[in-house]
């Protein structure tokens, strides 16, 4: 004799579920919300009135979550949801305001920077790079600027050691190639999977700065030549006083940031 298989539930069945899952998310999502207010508190009666990002935390917190099994939710929807919980956070425990350069897609580099920092946070557009950085100075300030190869603002990091990049934009390959970066006065370390960003004005060709780089064992990539002025992408994390960065081709060179590999690498 047959056996008889179950009824697959009815759409009304399923839509009564997805209310009721909708109803426990808020009520989570609202907790989360008020601990984000008691880290604020917290932070202000121990005194610590710095900014709040963290990116190495929540580096470690996205790839907990996108190494943990899961039946259908695919990684960008993961990315996006706890993105806009993160910031949301952020922006209670203090100022948090993001200011974008887009070079020449602006819409392309604003649509990016929200994927990033949420909805939380006002995200102005600005005329030039330089507003950006001057923005990321203030307590709370992020600078988004395009990576375009007629404007290396980028160097002037090297001048400003407290402004560091953190994050490129975008932080899934599926979303695209790299567009633009991310710059703060944050801590910047290593999560176990980073790439680093170097400058350097060496008159050599990529190619041989490559290869100069290589035979130190650093991984480098030529991201933009600007003029003569080169930015690299070094495979790994690399701190500004490296040795082998030392001996890299070169009169102004140095280590402008650094930034966790895309997500779903």
Known sequence: MAESKSAPPSLDD????????DSELLKLID??????????AAKAASGETGFGLRPGRETQVMRKLLATRRVAARPPLVVRIWRELMADSLSLQGPFHVSVWGGKDPGRVMELTRMRFGAAPPITQVAKPEDAL????ARGGVAVAALTPDNPWWLRL???P???VFTTLPCLTAWGPL???GVAEVEVEPTGDDRTFWVTDAPQGGAAIVEALSRDGVAATLLLDAGGLKLFVLSGYYQADDPRLA???GRLSGVIGAAPAPLDV
């Open 14 to 21: 399923v839509r009564a579920r997805i209310d009721a899952i």
């Open 31 to 40: 907790e989360r919300s008020a601990l984000a207010r008691e880290v604020a």
């Open 134 to 137: 001057a923005a990321a100075r």
């Open 158 to 160: 090297l001048a400003e």
């Open 162 to 164: 407290k402004l560091k």
């Open 179 to 181: 567009t633009a970066l």
């Open 247 to 249: 001996r890299a081709p």
